[in-house]
């Protein structure tokens, strides 16, 4: 019995057997945690910051990125939609609570694209309008908001916004406000849908010259009535270089550079022109008027991509109409591959 415990022994003390470890959550070193951290999903990291406050400063340490980002809401209510990874849709009637949680999105989000949507002003929420926190995304997108808010949030915006977006549809006159926006300023690229007034163009065209913008800005925006154009032309008199039907160029105080304003106008826009589509591009001095593109479809189709869909769909219903002196009927109604109202 003495000499098979001794041979378990010996057999036991040469295995090899690696270390089991018990450590708790709480035993870690913080840099192990924020590598932890760093894989979690939106959700998980919420509850944790929930067990304790030193939990709670390691999680606010660390930026999360979203692909899609949508806040929304009025003064009775504010909503939160985050991307299907993460999965977090919040609509929350207790404002103070989600006052709270939108500063923390501020603090820790990195979107993708951003889209806000605050149909009521939100000028009295005191945490809304001084809070510390910026929003950080590549592209905003403001959707029928009050333009107190498009001027708010646009100055909580970090620096490297790519792409604006904005439906003034709602929206009181404040363009002199975003255009003193460094944001707008500096932006490659961005749009107003449904502008009620003239003054857009020569505004933005003006803002461009004086803050000597790059080549390459471009502004885009849809105009709910007749006057831009000529507006434009009358203010700029003395800085022409051509114009036409479609275009005009005009000279910046850069003599490297130009402002090339173009109307959307082809055979489905000049019978279709409410609403009235216009670019204008910051353009090199060296670009000749043979090398301008004449396909408005593509940069329209940025703003409203289903817009010739729509047109062309009711330039055959007239067609219909008046050959055959009756409202066609098109057979079972649906919807197609994109979503839009289709009849079979």
């Not at 040469?14 to 945690?33: G, Q, R």
């Not at 924020?34 to 709670?56: N, Q, Y």
């Amino acid at each position: 019995m003495a000499s098979e415990l001794k041979h378990l022994t010996e057999k036991t003390a040469k295995l090899s057997i690696d270390p089991i470890y018990d450590t708790n959550w709480s035993d870690m070193p913080d840099d192990i945690k924020l590598e932890c951290i760093g894989k979690m999903e939106f959700k998980e990291r919420l509850s944790l910051r929930c067990t304790a406050k030193a939990e709670r400063s390691l999680v606010d340490s660390q930026k999360i990125e979203f692909s899609e980002g949508r806040l929304w809401g009025s003064n009775r209510y504010l909503g939160f939609n985050l991307n299907y990874k993460h999965d977090v849709t919040k609509h929350l009637k207790n404002k103070t609570e989600a006052l709270k949680f939108m500063k923390y999105i501020k603090k820790v989000g990195v979107f993708e694209n951003l889209s806000i949507c605050f149909d009521d002003p939100l000028t009295d929420n005191e945490q809304f309008m001084t809070g510390d926190g910026l929003f950080t995304a590549k592209t905003i997108e403001f959707e029928q908001c009050d333009n107190g808010n498009v001027v708010t949030v646009l100055r909580k915006m970090q620096n490297g916004v790519e792409s604006i977006k904005i439906n003034a549809d709602r929206n009181k006159n404040k363009l002199n406000e975003i255009l003193a926006i460094s944001h707008v300023q500096n932006v490659p690229y961005w749009h107003i849908e449904d502008y009620k007034r003239t003054d857009s163009l020569h505004k933005v065209a003006q803002m461009w010259i004086d803050t000597n913008s790059k080549i390459g800005s471009t502004f885009q925006v849809t105009v709910l009535g007749d006057g831009s154009f000529d507006e434009f032309l009358k203010y700029f008199t003395d800085r022409i270089i051509s114009k036409s039907e479609k275009r005009v160029r005009i000279r910046s105080n850069n003599q490297d550079r130009h402002i090339l304003l173009e109307r959307g106008l082809d055979e489905v826009m000049k019978i279709f022109d409410i609403p009235q589509f216009f670019r204008m591009m910051v353009i090199s001095a060296e670009i000749k008027e043979s090398e301008y593109d004449d396909n408005c479809r593509k940069w329209i189709g940025k703003m409203d991509p289903y817009v010739y869909n729509r047109y062309e769909m009711e330039i055959v219903f007239e067609q219909d109409r008046y050959v055959h002196g009756y409202e066609p009927h098109y057979g079972h109604h649906g919807y197609d591959e994109n979503g839009w109202e289709a009849y079979y």
